[in-house]
Protein backbone atom coordinates (compact mmCIF):
# COMPACT_ATOMS: atom_id res chain seq x y z
CA UNK A 1 0.00 0.00 0.00
CA UNK A 2 1.37 3.40 -0.40
CA UNK A 3 0.54 6.26 1.15
CA UNK A 4 -1.99 7.53 -1.77
CA UNK A 5 -3.51 4.45 -1.82
CA UNK A 6 -7.26 5.10 -1.54
CA UNK A 7 -8.49 2.96 1.58
CA UNK A 8 -11.77 2.32 2.41
CA UNK A 9 -12.23 1.59 6.43
CA UNK A 10 -15.73 -0.22 6.35
CA UNK A 11 -17.49 0.53 10.38
CA UNK A 12 -15.11 3.50 11.12
CA UNK A 13 -17.19 4.88 14.06
CA UNK A 14 -16.85 1.41 15.83
CA UNK A 15 -14.11 0.08 17.96
CA UNK A 16 -12.42 -2.05 15.26
CA UNK A 17 -12.58 0.64 11.74
CA UNK A 18 -11.98 3.74 14.61
CA UNK A 19 -8.33 1.81 15.95
CA UNK A 20 -7.62 0.70 12.18
CA UNK A 21 -8.10 4.50 10.96
CA UNK A 22 -5.87 5.84 13.65
CA UNK A 23 -2.91 3.14 12.62
CA UNK A 24 -3.12 3.77 8.99
CA UNK A 25 -3.06 7.66 10.06
CA UNK A 26 -0.08 6.93 11.85
CA UNK A 27 1.45 5.14 8.99
CA UNK A 28 0.81 8.46 7.10
CA UNK A 29 -1.76 7.30 4.90
CA UNK A 30 -3.72 10.28 3.61
CA UNK A 31 -6.20 9.15 1.33
CA UNK A 32 -8.73 7.34 3.49
CA UNK A 33 -12.46 6.97 2.97
CA UNK A 34 -15.32 6.34 5.15
CA UNK A 35 -19.01 6.54 5.61
CA UNK A 36 -21.40 7.23 8.74
CA UNK A 37 -24.21 4.52 8.34
CA UNK A 38 -26.54 7.26 8.21
CA UNK A 39 -24.87 7.99 4.63
CA UNK A 40 -24.10 4.20 3.39
CA UNK A 41 -26.48 1.61 4.62
CA UNK A 42 -24.80 -1.17 3.97
CA UNK A 43 -26.89 -3.70 3.76
CA UNK A 44 -28.49 -1.94 0.60
CA UNK A 45 -26.69 -3.77 -2.32
CA UNK A 46 -27.39 -0.76 -4.74
CA UNK A 47 -26.16 1.72 -2.55
CA UNK A 48 -23.17 -0.21 -1.44
CA UNK A 49 -22.33 -0.53 -5.81
CA UNK A 50 -22.90 3.15 -5.95
CA UNK A 51 -20.56 4.01 -3.51
CA UNK A 52 -17.89 1.67 -5.07
CA UNK A 53 -18.18 2.39 -8.28
CA UNK A 54 -18.10 6.41 -7.65
CA UNK A 55 -14.95 6.16 -5.25
CA UNK A 56 -13.20 3.54 -6.42
CA UNK A 57 -11.23 2.09 -3.42
CA UNK A 58 -7.93 0.06 -4.39
CA UNK A 59 -7.93 -1.39 -0.18
CA UNK A 60 -10.26 -2.48 1.72
CA UNK A 61 -10.49 -3.07 5.68
CA UNK A 62 -13.76 -4.57 5.96
CA UNK A 63 -14.64 -3.85 9.58
CA UNK A 64 -18.44 -2.77 9.68
CA UNK A 65 -20.75 -5.35 11.60
CA UNK A 66 -23.16 -5.91 13.74
CA UNK A 67 -21.35 -6.86 17.00
CA UNK A 68 -22.29 -7.71 20.76
CA UNK A 69 -21.51 -9.59 23.86
CA UNK A 70 -23.08 -12.69 24.67
CA UNK A 71 -26.74 -10.90 25.64
CA UNK A 72 -26.69 -8.88 22.39
CA UNK A 73 -25.69 -11.93 19.94
CA UNK A 74 -28.90 -14.70 21.86
CA UNK A 75 -31.69 -11.91 21.88
CA UNK A 76 -31.17 -9.96 18.32
CA UNK A 77 -30.60 -13.82 16.90
CA UNK A 78 -32.50 -12.77 13.45
CA UNK A 79 -30.18 -9.25 13.25
CA UNK A 80 -26.78 -10.88 13.98
CA UNK A 81 -26.85 -13.04 10.81
CA UNK A 82 -29.37 -10.74 8.90
CA UNK A 83 -27.48 -7.60 8.99
CA UNK A 84 -23.80 -9.70 9.13
CA UNK A 85 -24.35 -11.48 5.90
CA UNK A 86 -26.01 -8.42 3.62
CA UNK A 87 -22.81 -6.22 4.57
CA UNK A 88 -19.82 -8.69 3.49
CA UNK A 89 -21.59 -10.05 0.59
CA UNK A 90 -22.74 -6.24 -0.97
CA UNK A 91 -18.65 -5.30 0.43
CA UNK A 92 -17.31 -8.05 -0.80
CA UNK A 93 -19.06 -8.63 -4.11
CA UNK A 94 -18.81 -4.81 -4.80
CA UNK A 95 -14.88 -4.83 -4.46
CA UNK A 96 -14.65 -7.95 -6.91
CA UNK A 97 -16.60 -6.01 -9.13
CA UNK A 98 -14.64 -3.02 -9.12
CA UNK A 99 -11.41 -4.56 -9.06
CA UNK A 100 -10.21 -3.61 -5.62
CA UNK A 101 -6.68 -4.51 -5.62
CA UNK A 102 -7.10 -6.26 -2.10
CA UNK A 103 -9.66 -6.34 1.10
CA UNK A 104 -9.27 -7.34 4.46
CA UNK A 105 -12.44 -9.17 6.26
CA UNK A 106 -12.14 -9.11 10.21
CA UNK A 107 -14.51 -11.64 11.81
CA UNK A 108 -14.43 -13.81 15.49
CA UNK A 109 -12.64 -16.67 17.51
CA UNK A 110 -16.46 -17.66 17.57
CA UNK A 111 -16.50 -18.81 14.62
CA UNK A 112 -15.38 -22.22 15.91
CA UNK A 113 -16.83 -25.09 17.16
CA UNK A 114 -17.95 -25.02 20.57
CA UNK A 115 -15.51 -27.75 21.94
CA UNK A 116 -12.56 -27.12 19.52
CA UNK A 117 -9.24 -28.47 20.21
CA UNK A 118 -7.35 -25.96 22.63
CA UNK A 119 -5.60 -23.44 21.42
CA UNK A 120 -8.16 -23.40 18.17
CA UNK A 121 -5.73 -23.95 14.89
CA UNK A 122 -7.48 -22.12 11.85
CA UNK A 123 -7.87 -25.60 10.76
CA UNK A 124 -10.42 -26.25 12.95
CA UNK A 125 -13.01 -24.52 11.03
CA UNK A 126 -16.24 -26.45 10.49
CA UNK A 127 -14.97 -29.22 12.11
CA UNK A 128 -18.04 -29.07 14.42
CA UNK A 129 -21.02 -27.38 15.89
CA UNK A 130 -20.83 -23.63 16.67
CA UNK A 131 -22.11 -22.54 20.44
CA UNK A 132 -25.85 -21.41 20.32
CA UNK A 133 -25.50 -17.93 21.67
CA UNK A 134 -23.69 -16.63 18.98
CA UNK A 135 -24.37 -19.43 16.20
CA UNK A 136 -25.98 -16.62 13.42
CA UNK A 137 -23.41 -14.18 14.13
CA UNK A 138 -20.36 -16.90 13.27
CA UNK A 139 -22.79 -18.26 10.30
CA UNK A 140 -22.23 -14.91 9.14
CA UNK A 141 -18.57 -14.43 9.75
CA UNK A 142 -18.06 -17.92 8.69
CA UNK A 143 -19.87 -17.02 5.20
CA UNK A 144 -17.75 -13.90 4.91
CA UNK A 145 -14.66 -16.35 4.98
CA UNK A 146 -15.98 -18.29 2.37
CA UNK A 147 -16.91 -15.45 0.29
CA UNK A 148 -13.55 -14.34 0.42
CA UNK A 149 -12.25 -17.82 -0.44
CA UNK A 150 -14.29 -18.22 -3.56
CA UNK A 151 -14.04 -14.77 -5.12
CA UNK A 152 -10.19 -16.01 -4.62
CA UNK A 153 -10.55 -19.51 -6.51
CA UNK A 154 -13.03 -18.35 -8.88
CA UNK A 155 -12.00 -14.75 -9.98
CA UNK A 156 -8.27 -14.32 -8.79
CA UNK A 157 -9.05 -11.55 -5.72
CA UNK A 158 -6.45 -11.29 -3.44
CA UNK A 159 -9.37 -11.01 -0.52
CA UNK A 160 -8.07 -12.12 2.77
CA UNK A 161 -9.84 -12.39 5.83
CA UNK A 162 -8.62 -12.57 10.11
CA UNK A 163 -10.07 -13.94 12.96
CA UNK A 164 -9.31 -11.94 16.21
CA UNK A 165 -10.15 -13.05 19.34
CA UNK A 166 -12.54 -11.41 22.13
CA UNK A 167 -11.57 -7.23 21.95
CA UNK A 168 -11.35 -4.55 24.21
CA UNK A 169 -10.45 -0.71 23.82
CA UNK A 170 -11.19 2.93 23.13
CA UNK A 171 -14.77 3.04 21.74
CA UNK A 172 -15.91 0.08 23.11
CA UNK A 173 -19.43 -0.40 23.91
CA UNK A 174 -20.76 -0.10 27.93
CA UNK A 175 -24.07 -0.51 27.82
CA UNK A 176 -24.63 -3.66 30.40
CA UNK A 177 -27.24 -5.18 27.98
CA UNK A 178 -25.68 -5.41 25.19
CA UNK A 179 -21.97 -5.54 25.69
CA UNK A 180 -19.11 -7.88 26.23
CA UNK A 181 -17.97 -8.94 28.92
CA UNK A 182 -14.56 -6.35 29.56
CA UNK A 183 -16.18 -3.20 29.27
CA UNK A 184 -19.46 -4.29 31.43
CA UNK A 185 -16.86 -5.85 34.45
CA UNK A 186 -15.29 -2.11 33.81
CA UNK A 187 -18.38 -0.15 34.20
CA UNK A 188 -20.20 -2.07 36.79
CA UNK A 189 -16.84 -2.41 39.37
CA UNK A 190 -16.82 1.55 38.76
CA UNK A 191 -20.54 2.04 39.42
CA UNK A 192 -20.24 -0.32 42.42
CA UNK A 193 -16.91 1.87 43.80
CA UNK A 194 -19.07 4.73 43.68
CA UNK A 195 -22.40 3.80 45.14
CA UNK A 196 -20.60 1.82 47.71
CA UNK A 197 -22.42 -1.18 47.19
CA UNK A 198 -21.06 -4.59 48.73
CA UNK A 199 -21.27 -6.94 45.63
CA UNK A 200 -20.84 -7.44 42.31
CA UNK A 201 -22.98 -9.43 40.10
CA UNK A 202 -21.50 -11.35 36.86
CA UNK A 203 -22.81 -13.61 34.65
CA UNK A 204 -22.52 -17.05 34.56
CA UNK A 205 -20.50 -19.56 37.03
CA UNK A 206 -17.16 -17.44 36.12
CA UNK A 207 -15.39 -20.70 35.00
CA UNK A 208 -15.57 -19.60 30.99
CA UNK A 209 -12.14 -18.84 29.79
CA UNK A 210 -11.37 -16.00 27.25
CA UNK A 211 -8.61 -14.44 25.35
CA UNK A 212 -8.97 -10.39 25.43
CA UNK A 213 -6.41 -8.58 22.50
CA UNK A 214 -6.06 -4.52 22.86
CA UNK A 215 -7.74 -3.31 19.64
CA UNK A 216 -4.97 -1.16 18.71
CA UNK A 217 -3.08 -4.37 18.32
CA UNK A 218 -5.44 -5.67 16.34
CA UNK A 219 -5.15 -2.85 14.69
CA UNK A 220 -1.15 -3.08 13.98
CA UNK A 221 -1.74 -6.74 13.11
CA UNK A 222 -4.74 -5.46 10.24
CA UNK A 223 -2.46 -3.50 9.02
CA UNK A 224 0.29 -5.89 8.59
CA UNK A 225 -1.91 -8.59 7.08
CA UNK A 226 -2.79 -6.22 4.47
CA UNK A 227 1.39 -5.95 3.23
CA UNK A 228 2.14 -9.51 3.93
CA UNK A 229 -0.29 -12.35 3.90
CA UNK A 230 -1.78 -13.67 0.49
CA UNK A 231 -3.19 -16.41 1.43
CA UNK A 232 -7.08 -18.28 1.03
CA UNK A 233 -7.16 -19.52 4.61
CA UNK A 234 -8.33 -17.40 7.53
CA UNK A 235 -5.49 -16.62 9.89
CA UNK A 236 -5.79 -16.07 14.38
CA UNK A 237 -5.14 -13.17 15.81
CA UNK A 238 -5.14 -13.37 19.53
CA UNK A 239 -3.32 -12.62 22.81
CA UNK A 240 -1.88 -16.01 23.07
CA UNK A 241 -3.13 -16.57 26.97
CA UNK A 242 -6.56 -16.89 29.08
CA UNK A 243 -8.02 -16.02 31.87
CA UNK A 244 -11.26 -17.19 33.54
CA UNK A 245 -14.16 -14.87 33.71
CA UNK A 246 -13.78 -14.72 37.41
CA UNK A 247 -9.91 -14.10 37.29
CA UNK A 248 -10.87 -11.16 35.06
CA UNK A 249 -13.36 -9.94 37.78
CA UNK A 250 -10.65 -9.55 40.34
CA UNK A 251 -8.11 -8.10 38.08
CA UNK A 252 -10.62 -5.40 36.89
CA UNK A 253 -12.08 -4.88 40.77
CA UNK A 254 -7.92 -4.26 41.55
CA UNK A 255 -7.71 -1.81 38.75
CA UNK A 256 -10.63 -0.32 39.58
CA UNK A 257 -9.95 -0.05 43.53
CA UNK A 258 -13.26 -1.74 44.36
CA UNK A 259 -12.78 -4.26 47.38
CA UNK A 260 -16.65 -5.76 47.82
CA UNK A 261 -17.20 -9.05 46.76
CA UNK A 262 -18.10 -10.73 43.43
CA UNK A 263 -21.12 -13.40 43.32
CA UNK A 264 -22.73 -14.93 39.79
CA UNK A 265 -25.76 -15.29 38.38
CA UNK A 266 -26.28 -18.64 37.29
CA UNK A 267 -29.57 -17.78 35.34
CA UNK A 268 -27.42 -16.21 32.60
CA UNK A 269 -25.76 -18.33 29.83
CA UNK A 270 -21.82 -18.80 30.17
CA UNK A 271 -21.44 -19.31 26.64
CA UNK A 272 -18.11 -21.35 24.96
CA UNK A 273 -16.28 -22.79 28.07
CA UNK A 274 -12.94 -21.96 26.56
CA UNK A 275 -11.45 -20.25 22.81
CA UNK A 276 -7.75 -19.60 23.34
CA UNK A 277 -6.70 -18.96 19.62
CA UNK A 278 -3.58 -20.90 18.26
CA UNK A 279 -1.77 -17.95 17.01
CA UNK A 280 1.76 -19.57 15.57
CA UNK A 281 0.65 -18.86 12.21
CA UNK A 282 0.64 -14.99 12.28
CA UNK A 283 3.45 -14.82 15.14
CA UNK A 284 5.62 -16.92 12.41
CA UNK A 285 5.12 -13.93 9.57
CA UNK A 286 6.63 -11.63 12.39
CA UNK A 287 3.33 -10.00 14.44
CA UNK A 288 3.20 -10.54 18.04
CA UNK A 289 0.63 -8.16 20.51
CA UNK A 290 3.00 -5.31 22.26
CA UNK A 291 -0.36 -4.48 25.00
CA UNK A 292 -0.60 -6.71 28.06
CA UNK A 293 -3.75 -7.02 29.91
CA UNK A 294 -3.71 -5.25 33.01
CA UNK A 295 -1.81 -2.11 31.13
CA UNK A 296 -4.43 -2.46 28.35
CA UNK A 297 -7.65 -2.03 31.13
CA UNK A 298 -5.98 0.62 32.83
CA UNK A 299 -5.52 2.55 29.90
CA UNK A 300 -9.03 2.05 28.77
CA UNK A 301 -10.42 2.78 32.24
CA UNK A 302 -8.57 6.11 32.84
CA UNK A 303 -9.55 7.18 29.33
CA UNK A 304 -13.14 6.23 28.56
CA UNK A 305 -15.65 8.66 29.50
CA UNK A 306 -17.58 7.99 33.08
CA UNK A 307 -19.88 10.78 32.97
CA UNK A 308 -23.15 8.85 31.92
CA UNK A 309 -22.91 5.56 33.86
O1 LIG B 1 -17.92 -11.11 26.35
P1 LIG B 1 -19.12 -11.94 26.35
O2 LIG B 1 -20.44 -11.22 26.38
O3 LIG B 1 -19.18 -12.86 25.09
O4 LIG B 1 -19.12 -12.91 27.64
P2 LIG B 1 -18.56 -14.27 24.61
C1 LIG B 1 -18.01 -13.68 28.01
C2 LIG B 1 -18.28 -14.40 29.31
O5 LIG B 1 -18.39 -13.45 30.38
C3 LIG B 1 -19.59 -15.22 29.36
C4 LIG B 1 -19.53 -13.73 31.17
O6 LIG B 1 -19.36 -16.41 30.06
C5 LIG B 1 -20.53 -14.31 30.16
O7 LIG B 1 -21.56 -15.01 30.82
N1 LIG B 1 -19.97 -12.51 31.86
C6 LIG B 1 -19.94 -12.31 33.21
C7 LIG B 1 -20.49 -11.40 31.30
N2 LIG B 1 -20.47 -11.13 33.52
C8 LIG B 1 -20.82 -10.53 32.35
C9 LIG B 1 -21.41 -9.27 32.05
O8 LIG B 1 -21.74 -8.45 32.90
N3 LIG B 1 -21.60 -8.99 30.72
C10 LIG B 1 -21.24 -9.87 29.73
N4 LIG B 1 -21.44 -9.51 28.45
N5 LIG B 1 -20.71 -11.08 30.01
C11 LIG B 1 -19.12 -13.20 22.33
C12 LIG B 1 -19.96 -13.65 21.17
O9 LIG B 1 -19.09 -14.30 23.15
O10 LIG B 1 -17.79 -12.91 21.99
C13 LIG B 1 -19.75 -12.83 19.97
O11 LIG B 1 -21.30 -13.70 21.57
C14 LIG B 1 -18.30 -12.55 19.69
O12 LIG B 1 -20.33 -13.47 18.89
C15 LIG B 1 -17.57 -12.10 20.92
O13 LIG B 1 -17.68 -13.69 19.16
C16 LIG B 1 -16.09 -11.91 20.69
O14 LIG B 1 -17.08 -14.25 24.63
O15 LIG B 1 -19.19 -15.41 25.32
Not at 265 to 278: A, I, V
Request: charged share 25%; hydrophobic share 35%; proline share 4%.
Amino acid sequence: MDKSDKIYVAGHRGMVGSAIVRRLTAEGHKNIIVRKSSELDLRDQRAVQNFFVTEQPQYVFLAAAKVGGINANNSYRADFLYDNLMIEANIIHAAYLTNVTKLLLLGSSCIYPKFAEQPIKEESLLTGSLEHTNEPYAIAKIAGIKLCETFRDQYGCNFISAMPTNLYGPNDNYDLDSSHVLPALIRKFHSAKLNGEKQVTLWGSGKPLREFLHVDDLAEASFFLMQHYNEPETINVGYGEDISIYDLGLLISDIVGYDGEIVFDSSKPDGTPKKLMDNSRINKLGWTPKIGLRKGISTVYKEVDKSHW
